[in-house]
């Protein structure tokens, strides 16, 4: 009974592959000594193909379904063991189940950042990384020119040299591209589709196919991102500077006038905050004038023109005098003479 159980382990009847994994991309069964049995069955699922190798010579390939091996179904198998009217026997033969299914979500990326010239900003150093997709093609292709003769081959088997070549491809893209540096993030789409094509020669070499590829990211050093903020942060104040210097003025005055000397330094920065305060509002003004006369062509009401001040009272003159002698910001000379201009300005004098 041990015996013809022996006997019988020796002829396979179902060849298949199980396959539980999943970055398995090729998987040679293991005969071990044993003989495919003259019609036995060839179990092929979904999303798989299998290829018969003879010594080393590609012959047929089955495509998903159940087959009854034959010299019917295995026209080139027998062509190459010399099968002229069928064979009766056992045989055996290499068989290779390939994982035709989309690899998805296989990361690339810049170890090193890359060279680019930029108008801009001249020479940059920037990284990179996305996203790609494959799957197997053409089977014989790719049992020939990367599985070899490996029992098992996975997705990290080839991984490494496609990212490499992805790099090297993608820095030629974006060297042909010419996109400024600043526009690169609307243009990933764009880099992507480049890539792709220059990507395609390589893998049609492997038997492979590029279905999906992506770009995620395309960053710039940190000190030429910090310049950039920076640079950005000035063009958001520069409407409204000439408001912030004046007050920046009004807030030292009060600091300025506790510390000895500080009048002088508090005189000065007047002068050049009221001074840029009036280009600031000089350019502000004309803005305006713009604005109410693009309203007047559009037939529309210009804004209303800011109302003149109020001119203040006798008393509130003297008060204010008397408030900057108080504080030792004026003289007693000047006290006097400023409170013989507020009299003759109020017809007192």
């Known amino acids: 009974m041990g015996l013809m159980d022996w006997g019988k382990a020796q002829f396979l009847d179902i060849v298949e592959w199980l396959d539980d ?41 089955f495509t998903p379904g159940t087959h009854t091996l034959s010299t019917q179904n295995l026209p080139i198998l027998a062509t190459l063991k010399g099968w002229k009217y069928g064979f009766e026997s056992p045989f055996k033969s290499d068989v290779y ?34 996203i790609y997709s494959i799957r197997i093609k053409d089977s014989k292709s790719f ?30 893209a974006l060297g042909e591209a010419k996109i400024p540096a600043l526009d690169l993030a609307a ?19 492997m038997g492979l196919e590029c279905s999906k590829l992506f770009i995620e990211n395309i ?62 509002g000089n350019q502000m003004g004309q803005a305006a004038a713009q604005m109410n006369q693009g309203f007047g062509q559009m037939g529309q009401t210009a804004p209303p023109a800011p109302a003149a001040p109020v001119a203040k009272s006798l008393k509130e003159d003297l008060t204010d005098l008397k408030d900057l002698f108080d504080s030792q910001l004026i003289s007693q000379v000047e006290f006097d003479t400023q409170r013989a201009n507020i009299m003759k300005k109020h017809g007192m004098a």
Request: hydrophobic share 40%; net charge negative.
């Open 21 to 61: 994994s999943n970055d398995t991309m090729a998987w040679r069964f293991p005969f071990r000594g044993q003989e495919i049995q003259n019609g036995g069955k060839l179990v092929v699922r979904e999303s798989q193909e299998a290829v018969f190798v003879n010594e080393g010579q590609f012959a047929d390939a």
């Open 219 to 280: 960053s710039l050093p940190e000190e030429v991102e910090a310049m950039i903020d920076k640079r950005t942060s000035v063009g958001m104040m520069a409407p409204v500077m000439g408001a912030y210097t004046q007050m920046q003025v009004a807030d030292s005055i009060p600091l300025a006038a506790q510390n000895s000397g500080g009048m002088a330094g508090m005189g000065m920065g007047v002068g050049v905050g009221l001074g840029m305060g009036n280009m600031m």
């Open 187 to 205: 243009k990933y789409d764009e880099i992507s589709d480049l890539l792709r094509q220059k990507m395609d020669p390589e893998f049609q070499t």
């Open 143 to 172: 049992l020939k020119n990367v599985v070899g003769t490996n029992g098992v081959f996975a997705v990290a088997d080839i991984q490494e040299q496609l990212r490499k070549s992805l790099i090297s491809k993608f820095t030629d």
């Open 97 to 130: 189940f390939l994982n035709t299914k989309l690899f998805n979500d296989l990361g690339w990326g810049t170890p090193n950042p890359i060279m680019m010239r930029d108008a801009d900003f001249g020479m940059l150093r920037i990284r990179a990384f996305g």
